[in-house]
């Protein structure tokens, strides 16, 4: 039995596929391409199929993540081939090889964010908002967790690592803390910047954000892939 | 492309993966290749209509000619039909995000008669005239539609170029290959309307004229020109051999049937009197076992899906139906798939066989005896009697099932208060074998649910005659039933509220004047009735007045036997000589064997020239 760490991509029409609904499409994609995967032992034997970290509806991705293990006489190289044959043009392995790290290990997701511009809005008065914004000593929102709510300071979580300015809007890359105990998603901290809006510059306004994961990364700051 | 418009509006509304398409088994192809585009409508939301094995057939059935492309069309849901009205995003179809408006078919399918308002709303959206009289002489697009539905098509009459009767896998494609045929020479829309109501299955309603009495019913329709008198559905050549869909479009989100499935049967050997698929898909024909074995393990491996489904309308009348159920497990339990089997008699069923089935898949017990007592279900020629009722239940209570789901109907011909009453009384008696089991489950306490539908009288069927229940009849009954089974504490009977039952028959039975009445619902704002939580029955009621109609004449009159009725120029096969016999054998409480006993000589084989089950030697003694 090996272990398999794939890399795919999440990108175009599959970035609306769902968390739930990419584990239910990768596992009947096992069976289309008649890769030899594991199943669980039990009463109820499935493929086993191993998420470390889930992306949000409507991101893209070069760098998602899935393990499983291969349970025959399949090469990973031939696994990914076939793997890729039956699975749709925007949701595509990248890359295959024996998992490095454990999946505790996450511990950093760099995101690229992007808003656009409205009519009436230009990209300079929205860079300075943001500056206000992220200037500010703390920046709370609750956070909704499985174990009930909680208030995070996103100015203590989140790292700005690049702010630009477009012709038409607004360019960030963010590094958020991820993995299995601390998980702050980017939204928050744009759902907080909106809220800021509301409340301390009414005039200002986005229209469409695109969002996407760039890297998974452990504590060192190594790529976990 | 809409790609780039619809993208930034999609993450403001619910489950986005509905409208984007690129799911495993679309099938894209290059425009350039492409001569002839279908857009296939579904009238309902994306998880109903992906669920449906039709478009599946007609998808693939299309796709497999290069140089046509059909591609997948469903109605949005509400909060997406605001966003694409408030941004001007026409309706498009999901595989090339085009919209359909450009394509050469736009073709619905036609399950259910409270759909109808829908097929308005995605014309509209799609920015194409509702009225066929409006369309103008440009060929493109031609608005079709087909399915169950189109066997009285008279009340969307007046939105559609043509209708195809019947089975769609042949005479789809040779509509579309004299389309292609006579759009390269030019022709206008009526010029090939004309020509397409030469072949047979296709009904072009525009071609014919209904004129009224003064009491509102039919005097004539007069066909203009050489178009036929009467149009005759199609069949299939050979059920074996047609081609089925080797994989199927599989969904991200989750759909309401999200399975492989295979059909193994069409046609039903059964004759139940209220049923209009029983009538309207003669005549019985099966498929081997062998290929229907190969076919549902292609499908599984294609597809990836874990659990096959048996589409017919009855299972259990195959008559290889052991074998194929020994074929079906082998693979699926070799290869962790569950095996479902909706429409199965289990008591026919050796213990070896019901074992391997469990096995798989324990899924509840469902049972229809459709009427409480003996005499009812001899009226409605539903032939289970109660004895199979009790066998199949001690069967599954022996092997640990404790809930049993039995469906019902009211408003039946000739169903007194005795019939309702009846209803309980059968319920109780499951309970009380229960109670008589030595061998039940220890520790579950048994439990029926009845439900109790209100009956629909439809088209091609002995009951199209009949008058539905009165709202004040349907709920003397139901109140009766309310307290009827208080104090039975294992009984939990349900029903529906008849509204949505009554605007059923008025548009089942319908004819052309109801036209007007559904394109003022949908103005009134009528979308989706087949959901409760958008049913709207007082705009319906209020459509009917304004266009000086009632309900009452389409829902609760009796019609004579001469009376000319709406779908009468529409041949099903099954001659109306043989519903008015079966009629008459219904109000006398006598049943008809089902065919593979006795051929009732319903008109199919004068059709098809050949007896619809040959008669075997083994049967003669």
Known sequence: MIPVRATFAKRRRAKYISHLDLMRCMQRAFRRAEVPIWFTEGFNPHAYLMFPLALSLGYESDCECMDFRLDGPMSMQTAMERLNAVLPPDLQLVKVAEPVRKHTDIAFADYSICLDCTEGTSADVLRSAWDDFIGQNTILMEKRTKRGTATVDLKQQAQILMTQTLEDGLWLKLRMPAGTSVNVNPGLLIDAFRAYLEQNAPHVQYGMMRAARLAILCADGSDFV | ?621
Request: charged residues 25%; aromatic residues 10%; hydrophobic residues 40%.
């Open chain 2, 1 to 621: 492309m809409l790609f780039e418009r619809i993208e930034p509006l999609l993450l403001n509304v619910q489950k986005p993966a509905r409208y984007i398409g690129g799911e495993p088994g679309s099938i894209m192809k290059d425009k350039k290749d492409v001569r002839v585009r279908f857009a296939f409508c579904f009238p309902d939301r994306y998880d109903v209509g992906m669920s449906h094995l039709g478009m599946k057939i007609l998808y693939s059935v299309i796709n497999h000619r290069p140089e046509y492309w059909c591609e997948r069309v469903f109605a949005p849901d509400v909060d997406f039909e605001a966003v694409m009205r408030a941004h001007n995003i026409p309706l498009y179809a999901l595989e090339s995000l085009e919209p359909i408006k450009d394509f050469d078919f736009i073709g619905f399918t036609l399950q259910y008669e409270l759909c109808y308002t829908n097929i308005l709303n995605m014309l509209d959206l799609a920015g194409v005239p509702l009225l066929q009289k409006d369309r103008g002489e440009d060929i493109a697009p031609i608005v079709c539609a087909g399915g169950s539905c189109a066997c009285n098509p008279e009340p969307i009459a007046d939105f559609f170029d043509l209708f195809f009767l019947g089975e769609g896998e042949e005479v789809d494609l040779e509509v579309m290959d004299l389309y292609d045929k006579m759009k390269a020479a030019g022709a206008t829309r009526s010029e090939f309307l004309r020509e397409a109501a030469k072949i047979e299955g296709v009904y072009v309603p525009s071609l014919y004229d209904v004129s009224y009495h003064e009491d509102g019913t039919i005097a004539a329709l007069t066909p203009k020109g050489d178009a036929p008198q009467t149009v005759r559905k199609r069949i299939i050549s050979d059920f074996d051999k047609v081609d089925v869909p080797e994989e199927f479009v599989v969904p991200f989100a989750e759909i309401v049937h999200d399975r492989a499935v295979t059909e193994v049967l069409r046609g039903c050997i059964r004759g139940c009197r209220f049923c209009q698929a029983g009538f309207l898909y003669r005549p019985f024909r099966e498929k081997a076992p062998e290929i229907i074995c190969e076919q549902a393990k292609t499908l599984c491996q294609r597809t990836g899906y874990e659990e096959l489904s048996l589409c017919s309308l009855s299972t259990s009348d195959h008559s290889r139906i052991e074998e194929m159920m020994d074929g079906l497990l082998t693979f699926t339990e070799r290869d962790h798939i569950n095996l479902s089997l909706p429409s199965l008699r289990v008591d026919n069923f050796s213990t070896a066989l019901m074992n391997r089935i469990r096995r798989v898949r324990s899924s509840g017990l469902t049972f229809a005896p459709e009427a409480g007592s003996q005499r009812l279900r001899d009226v409605i020629n539903k032939n289970v009697t109660e004895e199979e009722l009790m066998r199949t239940c001690k069967i599954a209570f022996a092997a640990g099932q404790a809930t049993v789901k039995l469906y019902f109907m009211m408003g039946l011909p000739t169903e007194t208060d005795e019939d309702i009453i009846a209803i309980i009384d059968l319920a109780q008696r499951v309970v009380d074998m229960w109670f008589g089991m030595e061998d039940r489950p220890k520790g579950k306490s048994v439990q029926i649910s009845a439900s109790v539908a209100t009956f629909v009288p439809k088209p091609f069927t002995p009951f199209q005659f009949h008058p539905q229940d009165t709202v004040e009849m349907i709920a003397h009954k139901q109140k009766l039933l309310e307290e009827t089974v208080k104090g039975h504490k294992r009984i939990r009977v349900s029903w529906h509220s008849p509204e949505t039952s009554i605007l059923e028959a008025v548009l089942a039975r319908g004819d052309r004047r109801l036209g007007s009445v559904i394109l003022d619902a949908w103005k009134k704002g009528c979308l989706f009735d087949a959901w409760s939580e958008h049913f709207r029955f007082d705009l319906w009621q209020q459509a009917m007045a304004d266009n000086g109609l009632t309900m009452e004449f389409y829902a609760n009159r009796a019609r004579s036997y001469d009376e000319i009725l709406p779908w009468d120029h529409l041949d099903y096969y099954v001659d109306k000589a043989f519903f008015i016999k079966e009629n008459e054998k219904a109000i006398a409480a006598q049943t008809t064997p089902h065919c593979r006993m006795q051929c009732t000589a319903c008109g199919v084989t004068k059709v098809t020239g050949k007896p619809c089950f040959p008669v075997q030697k083994e049967e003669k003694v």
